[in-house]
């Protein structure tokens, strides 16, 4: 079994900042991209950003410049920096690896449970 824990959310400011962490654990062979997704009620999960197992990484238009995504491959862990978050940042993050189990060739997608920002104006 993988599982993906988050953790960091919450109730912030505007103008604040939040970390966000994800780690997988369990029956982990290798793991390949790690990102953060978010969904507000009534819409599609869209991408924050993402990073690769190389280090390479991507971001939604909307948040270069204020967010930073990283990871620690020794501890199968993705965090998200927040800084200067808006209003319009609230929502449910989640975040998702591609894992491979041992023994296994493929990877498979594996999302965490989610976690809510607020971010008050």
């Known amino acids: 079994q993988v599982q993906l824990v988050e953790s960091g959310g919450g109730l912030v400011q505007a103008g604040g900042s939040l970390r966000l962490s994800c780690a997988a654990s369990?029956?982990?062979?290798?793991?390949?991209?790690m990102g953060w997704y978010r969904q507000a009620p009534g819409k599609q999960r869209e991408l924050v950003a993402r990073?690769?197992?190389?280090?390479?990484?991507n971001y939604a238009d909307s948040v270069k410049g204020r967010f930073t995504i990283s990871r620690d491959n020794a501890k199968n862990t993705v965090y998200l920096q927040m800084n200067t978050l808006k209003p319009e940042d609230t929502d449910v993050y989640y975040c998702?690896?591609?894992?491979?189990?041992?023994?296994?060739?493929?990877?498979?997608?594996?999302w965490g449970q989610g976690t809510q920002v607020t971010v008050s104006s």
């Open positions: 998702k690896a591609e894992i491979r189990r041992p023994f296994y060739s493929n990877y498979i997608d594996y």
């Open positions: 369990g029956s982990i062979g290798s793991i390949n991209v």
């Open positions: 990073i690769t197992s190389g280090g390479n990484t």
